[in-house]
């Protein structure tokens, strides 16, 4: 039982404007589902890596002033 264009052409408007705001619904929900969520997943991925990252470098920038210190200290031991 397929639809024909002529069953459509004979709806009242209102059911025409349904119709077409189901196709839209449907248009979008594909189109998140295949090209906005894993976007979003690939983000929330690199967001985590970003923190990871920054976490390290300012593990780094600790270790490297605790480094200044042990230097001087042993430039001082030195003398």
Known sequence: ????????????TSKKVAIL???????????AYAFFMPQQN???TLKGEL???VRELN???????EFEKYKK??????V
Not at 73 to 78: A, G, M, S, T
């Open 1 to 12: 039982m397929a639809i024909k264009m002529d069953a459509i052409y004979k709806l009242p």
């Open 21 to 31: 705001v189901v196709l839209i619904c449907v248009v979008i929900g594909l189109y």
């Open 42 to 44: 690939e983000l929330k």
């Open 51 to 53: 923190n990871n990252l």
């Open 59 to 65: 593990e780094s920038k600790a270790i490297e002033k």
């Open 73 to 78: 200290q042993v430039e001082q031991l030195n």
